[in-house]
T-cell receptor, first 112, second 112 residues
Framework: DAKTTQPTSMDCAEGRAANLPCNHS???????VYWYRQIHSQGPQYIIH???NNETNEMASLIITEDRKSSTLILPHATLRDTAVYYC?????????????FGQGTELSVKP | DTEVTQTPKHLVMGMTNKKSLKCEQH?????MYWYKQKAKKPPELMFV???????INESVPSRFSPECPNSSLLNLHLHALQPEDSALYLC???????????FGSGTRLTVV
């Protein structure tokens, strides 16, 4: 599976949009971009995923560049409860029972 | 039911003890996973079960023994653990297709 690169940490003011970048320059044509987050001492939580089109759900938006070498997760109105480690993961989407490998992630701190 | 339930939430065991961690899901997912997470580190994949058969073992020491008695249950049997095995143990499940994984809240294990 392709490797991802994320900033170690980011800050965001409460109520503002949080934009979390991820580089995945070696992504293959059949690989999806997945985002998970882990709030302290809880299990990771699935946020969103996409292949090449931008995606939006009730939690976030995912913007994938046209060449698919990078993506941005957008939390439109960050709250203190969004403070967490955010993981960007690239893997084949069809692969049941395959590996979901976590990188170091970005520690997002939302401040009042 | 959209949850993965892990029991116990906390476990303290001696190095000569035998204990088991339990994971349960009723979402009809046919793949289940064990992860280990040390403090300030990302989750590390240990085992993958697909259709109740062990499909991936990430070179985990034999003192960790997984078991999948049926499609809803996943156990992790522990024997002769070391203090460095103290960690958060996470269970997850997934279904075929591009869907995300669902994680439990984990078992916090302390080996004394």
């Amino acid at each position: 599976d392709a490797k991802t690169t994320q900033p170690t940490s980011m800050d965001c003011a409460e109520g503002r949009a949080a934009n979390l970048p991820c580089n995945h320059s070696t992504i293959s044509g059949n690989e999806y971009v997945y985002w998970y987050r882990q709030i302290h001492s809880q299990g990771p939580q699935y946020i969103i995923h996409g292949l090449k089109n931008n995606e939006t759900n009730e939690m976030a938006s995912l913007i994938i560049t046209e060449d698919r070498k990078s993506s941005t997760l957008i939390l439109p109105h960050a709250t203190l409860r969004d403070t967490a480690v955010y993981y960007c993961i690239v893997r084949p989407g069809y692969n049941q029972g395959g590996k979901l490998i976590f990188g170091q992630g970005t520690e997002l701190s939302v401040k009042p | 039911d959209t949850e993965v339930t892990q029991t116990p939430k906390h476990l303290v065991m001696g190095m000569t003890n035998k204990k088991s961690l339990k994971c349960e899901q009723h979402m009809g997912h046919r793949a289940m996973y064990w992860y280990k997470q040390k403090a300030k580190k990302p989750p590390e994949l240990m085992f993958v079960y697909s259709y109740e058969k062990l499909s991936i073992n990430e070179s985990v020491p034999s003192r960790f023994s997984p078991e999948c008695p049926n499609s809803s249950l996943l156990n992790l049997h522990l024997h002769a653990l070391q203090p460095e095995d103290s960690a958060l143990y996470l269970c997850a499940s997934s279904q075929a297709g591009t869907y995300g994984y669902t994680f439990g809240s984990g078992t916090r294990l302390t080996v004394v």
